[in-house]
């Protein structure tokens, strides 16, 4: 079939007739049933939230129940530019998300600064001067203090013998002690012009755990987003659910650079994470939607070096501006520019036929072939309603089952419980190696862009590697190489000599999760069948998210028990992933299942 946006032919050859042939080796073409007792159904590969591959295939359900793959959605897809204009634009639009979203998550790398120094005055009748020599009482970086002395910070530790112990103390036995302090702490950071949520609320000694409190809970926000806003933008729209999330999202981002106390504070950045999380499921689902399917891998990878890019521009952003007011107020103005989206994005065509709006649907694709100099066929309407027939069927069909069946039988079972775990690993590991940057050697701000550019060939060989050696072989190497290079630097923690070389083993985990991200999602859309996969697909997105829930308190327990601690749970981690994926099928240039029997190996 011609390109035609090449030929300024028409949307005919969307659907090709019998005596039609195609060259193309990406779309192979299959005459519709014509027997009455066979009905089409699309099938769509997508999840409420996360970047899997969208596969968009007709299928043809016979009484026995077995599928026969058609090409519907993909040609028409395929029809309106290999890409267009209209496919760049969008990709644009949809994938500058990654900016808000990674601002977002990793801004409490910049907030959460702990000080060098904390200081406060307590009154010498509360302070037994004799066994600790001063009134003035001097603590080092949170979430310990000692009095009037001046050591490494890995020489602190949580409770025990520190002058932190006694601090809190004044909170039981001199409440007037404590609350001079609390009104006389200062804090001295390197740059004097640095602020943090520390310093802002003296989040330190006995209040130190609340500094992870508020990333755990942003995170909770983050997974309740995952969960409501699939659900929403497949009832309303994906269109009406993006604007709704930046329109929510943007107040709640402005006055996070306001707020007075700290449980507001906590609050807001609930909502933030409810909102951003909105904001990257659904525009990735609306990207895949658009995107035919030959260039959705690569626009999956593209996104990602959009979200390496995002990294550095927030490394930059804090830089420039120290205050954490500031960084945050100059991280989320921009997103005001967003709205105008509104003005040249389009519903999903998918969206629009499974609701029914045929005549919508029309529509979008008549603005989509105008933007790209392309001649509708005037003939779309009465393909349309079969297409649209066939995805009400298709919804009907997968409305009959529910997340139990995931784990009815043996190899729907292994398969969801290894992919939930191997998904929950990933975003674990990736965001507890970036919230422990600031403890390593080095330039913070540096380590960050060189690692954010350091990326940019990792996802470039990952798309590579997922065509030349499929999909295990891939995970197999970067889960190794990961969870063996967490453990070496658990195994060099407190070294001072070590820390240079420890921070570039850290740095090669991370990159290696970053190569993991992109296949681990492919392989798990290719693994469950059809009539489960949107499913599945949310029991993994929720054990994703959970990875952000509970990186945090990792990482504090690296202050109570032993900095090593997080890199040994970081690095078993990724061993056991890999010893799941060894369990896992090849599925590499292999047919993906549309049943639970195709699955369990009934189906022939």
Not at 249 to 270: K, S, T
Not at 397 to 407: I, K, M, N, Q, S
Not at 439 to 458: F, K, M, R, T
Not at 474 to 495: E, V
Request: with cysteine.
């Amino acid at each position: 079939m011609a390109d035609p946006s090449k030929t300024g032919g028409t949307s005919a050859d969307i659907f090709p007739t019998k005596e039609k042939t195609t060259n193309d080796a990406s779309l192979k073409f299959t005459p519709p049933p014509d027997s009455a007792s066979e009905s089409l159904i699309l099938v769509p590969r997508h999840a409420a939230a996360g970047p899997p591959p969208y596969e968009d295939v007709v299928v043809r359900k016979d009484s026995s129940k077995s599928f026969l793959h058609l090409d519907g959605m993909d040609a028409l897809l395929t029809s309106m530019g290999k890409p267009g204009r209209y496919q760049v634009l969008i990709f644009l639009a949809l994938a500058s998300c990654m900016f808000p979203v990674v601002f977002n998550d990793l801004c409490t790398i910049f907030n959460t600064l702990p000080p060098e120094r904390s200081t406060c005055c307590v009154p010498s009748t509360a302070w037994n001067s004799s066994s600790h020599g001063s009134s003035h009482l001097s603590s080092l970086t949170p979430p310990a203090s000692v009095c009037n002395a001046s050591v490494a910070m890995s020489a602190v530790v949580y409770g025990g013998n520190s002058t932190c112990d006694l601090l809190d103390g004044l909170a039981l036995h001199s409440p007037e002690a404590h609350q001079l302090c609390e009104s006389t702490m200062e804090h001295h950071f390197h740059d004097p012009a640095t602020t943090s949520i520390i310093s802002e609320w003296n989040l330190v000694c006995g209040r130190y755990w609340l500094v992870s409190f508020a990333t755990t809970i942003y995170f909770l926000g983050v997974m309740t987003g995952s969960m409501f806003f699939g659900h929403l933008a497949d009832r309303v729209g994906r269109l009406p659910c993006i604007m709704a999330c930046y329109v929510g999202y943007l107040p709640f981002g402005i006055a996070l650079a306001y707020v007075q106390h700290y449980w507001i504070f906590l609050v807001l950045r609930f909502f933030v994470g409810f909102f951003i999380q909105g904001i990257q499921s659904v525009c990735f689902v609306l990207l895949m939607e658009f995107c035919s399917p030959r260039f959705r891998e690569i626009v999956g990878g593209l996104e990602g070096l959009i979200g390496g890019l995002a990294v550095g521009a927030l490394s930059g952003v804090s830089y420039w501006w120290q205050d954490w007011r500031a960084i945050q107020l100059c991280l989320t103005l921009p997103s005001i520019l967003a709205l105008s989206k509104y003005c040249f994005l389009r519903e999903s065509l998918r969206w629009q036929m499974v609701q029914g709006k045929v005549a919508e649907a029309k529509k979008t694709i008549e603005f989509i072939f105008r933007w790209n100099k392309l001649a509708a066929d005037p003939s779309l309407d009465d393909k349309l309603q079969d297409m649209s027939d066939a995805l009400v069927a298709e919804q009907q069909l997968e409305a009959d089952y529910t997340w139990l069946d995931c784990f009815r039988s043996p190899r729907m079972r292994k398969y969801t419980l290894a992919q939930s775990f191997m998904w929950f690993t990933v975003l674990f590991v990736t965001y507890g190696i970036s919230f422990s940057i600031n403890e390593l050697s080095g330039n913070l701000y540096l380590n960050l862009i060189i690692g954010s550019a350091a990326e940019i060939p990792v996802h470039i060989l990952t798309v590579y590697f997922m065509h030349r050696f499929g999909r295990k072989k891939p995970l197999l190497a970067f889960y190794g190489s990961c969870g063996l290079m967490c453990i070496i630097a658990a195994g060099m923690s407190g070294n001072i000599d070590l820390e240079t070389p420890r921070t570039a083993i850290i740095f090669t985990a991370r990159f290696c999760l970053a190569g993991s991200y992109a296949v681990v999602f492919v392989y798990g859309s290719e693994l469950f069948p059809t009539v489960l996969r949107n499913t599945a697909f949310g029991i993994c997105i929720f054990c994703h998210t959970s990875g952000g829930v509970i990186a945090p308190q990792v990482i504090l327990l690296g202050k109570v028990i032993h900095e090593s601690v997080p890199f040994v749970i970081f690095g078993s981690c990724c061993l056991l992933s890999y010893i799941l994926v060894l369990s896992q099928p090849e599925t590499l240039h292999k047919k993906m299942p549309d049943t639970i029997d195709e699955v369990e190996g009934r189906n022939t």
